[in-house]
């Protein structure tokens, strides 16, 4: 008899003792979508007796339901009441689905010639297949082609309904090129500038006399010329320019003008 009284008195010890999780029940669990509060926990299977079971998420309302939706992030204590009116608990801990989060390379627009362009290159913290839209309209894969300069959002939508909405500011990235200069040594103007010509190495630059004569002509172009030609300076005056440079569709476009020198 004492020894019977042994066991029940270990048992109930083991039933009241910590929160192992998958101790005195099994379940699905779906964790919460984006952190919010969508977790769910549905009850398969109760590993204590005897029947009949009641549970609740307060340890106050009981009842015999054994689905719970609209669960927060974190410990959930489920209490089980049995046949015995025995209080157990079980912890189960819910997780959430992260929000993904992009990537993104910006290709700016070329003057009136090239339109920019988004690519996400990556997504992180998400399931695929990616959802993409450019100002909510959605986009057919990940490069999002013809976007005017301009502030824009970028959203992703994951496998799991998970979104981010991400902005990105595309600027017209054409070049200015300088109608004058005055190369007297003074410090001021001194040097021919092609304004953003750096974001086009691939260039080349040729300057004309009135008379058609090539006067000056260099590829990659920074911005250092001082209106020497073949070590003599050129006299004040009226020329012509032609600025050719490669863009990212790997076309060239040439820009055209003329260019005085003062002193």
């Known amino acids: 008899m004492l020894v019977r009284l042994l ?50 998420l307060d340890g106050l309302n009981y009842s015999t339901q054994q689905t719970f939706t609209n669960l927060s992030v974190g410990d959930t204590i489920i209490f089980i009441k049995d046949g015995f009116g025995n209080i ?8 959430y689905l992260s929000d993904p989060l992009m990537e993104l390379t910006l290709v700016n627009q070329f003057c009136e010639f090239e339109l920019g362009k988004i690519i996400v290159t990556n997504v ?9 839209f450019l100002d909510d309209v959605e986009i057919v894969g990940n490069e999002l082609n013809e976007v005017p300069f301009g502030f824009h959002q970028i959203k992703v939508v994951d496998g799991n ?19 004058g200069f005055s190369p007297n040594s003074d410090g001021i103007n001194d040097l021919w500038t092609i304004q953003r010509i750096q974001n086009y ?10 008379y058609g004569q090539l006067v000056f002509k260099t590829e990659e172009y920074d911005n250092t010329w001082n209106g020497n030609s073949s070590g ?4 004040i005056g009226t020329y012509y320019y032609e600025v050719e440079v490669r863009i990212a569709s790997g076309e060239s476009q040439i820009f055209t003008g003329s260019l005085v020198i003062l002193k």
């Open 7 to 56: 066991i029940i008195i270990c048992f109930f010890l083991e039933v009241f003792s910590g929160f192992a999780q998958g101790i005195y029940l099994d379940y699905n669990l779906t964790n919460t979508r984006c952190d919010a509060s969508t977790g769910i926990v549905e009850i398969t299977n109760i590993k204590t007796s005897p029947a009949p079971f009641e549970f609740s």
């Open 88 to 95: 157990l608990q079980e912890l189960i801990s819910i997780d």
């Open 124 to 132: 992180i913290d998400g399931d695929p297949p990616y959802t993409y």
């Open 161 to 179: 309904g998970c979104f981010r909405t991400q902005g990105a500011e595309l600027i017209n990235d054409c070049i200015v090129v300088s109608t």
């Open 201 to 210: 190495p691939d260039n080349t630059v040729r300057v004309f006399n009135r």
């Open 232 to 235: 003599l300076t050129l006299p």
